[in-house]
């Protein structure tokens, strides 16, 4: 079946750390982005990236870090810079940047 | 001015009415809207996408575009308990990626 995989879904990360969170998609889509929910929030754009090995910052970048090395996989880092990230994240990819996107399953990341 | 604009609800209708959800946003050159639906603790999923003026159906949905009055809305008809949820309202931006409203809360009551 076509989807998004996001892993895991749950994460702790204790200070000072930096935590990996996973986005692979199989829907052969160009364009993948990063968002984060806080509870009672809607989603705001972390990064977002078009074409394979070019990704641009969203609206609340800073903090956070990303790759796009290949088609499929859009791997989110969340640095020991981002001082406040707990929230449920959400990877999510379109045919186009205009088109429809679909979302993974999600991350919960907390404090320890 | 917020991009995207959304009533946080919580809105409630009972079983069998129909349900209005509105949405307005203030880019004038937005071309592309979006209808998500979020079940507490589950990702967004996709209700219903308008690129054009007028009204788009779907089943029980009706997308709804005005983009004169920059306002978007999703009408449910014959509103079941089952679509109580969290509905966003997208709009893409530029053409490259999309900004989200706070989100409208149903509540569908038996």
């Known amino acids: 079946d076509g989807g998004i995989t996001q892993s895991p879904k749950y994460l702790f990360r204790k200070e000072g750390q930096n935590v990996t969170l996973s986005c692979e998609q199989n829907?052969?889509?160009?364009?993948m982005y990063w968002y984060r929910q806080d509870p009672g929030q809607g989603l705001r754009l972390i990064y977002y990236?078009?074409?394979?090995?070019?990704?641009q910052k969203g609206d609340i970048a800073e903090g956070y870090s990303v790759s796009r090395e290949k088609k499929e996989s859009f791997p989110l880092t969340v640095t020991s810079a981002q001082k406040n990230p707990t929230a449920f994240y959400l990877c999510?990819?379109?045919?186009?940047?205009?088109?429809?996107?679909?979302f993974g399953d999600g991350t919960r990341l907390s404090i320890l | 001015q917020k991009e995207v604009e959304q009533n946080s609800g919580p809105l409630s209708v009972p079983e069998g009415a129909i349900a209005s959800l509105n949405c307005t946003y203030s880019?004038?050159?937005?071309?592309?809207f979006f209808w998500y639906r979020q079940y507490s603790g589950k990702s967004p999923e996709l209700i219903m996408f308008i690129y054009s003026n007028g009204d788009k159906e779907d089943g029980r949905f009706t997308a709804q575009l005005n983009k004169a009055s920059q306002y978007v809305s999703l009408l449910i008809r014959d509103s079941q308990p089952s679509d109580s949820a969290t509905y966003l309202c997208a709009v893409n931006r530029n053409g490259q990626n999309f900004v989200f409203g706070p989100g409208t809360r149903l509540s569908v009551l038996p």
């Open positions: 829907l052969n889509h160009d364009a």
């Open positions: 880019d004038r050159g937005s071309q592309s």
């Open positions: 999510a990819s379109s045919d186009r940047p205009s088109q429809p996107q679909h």
């Open positions: 990236s078009q074409i394979v090995n070019d990704f």
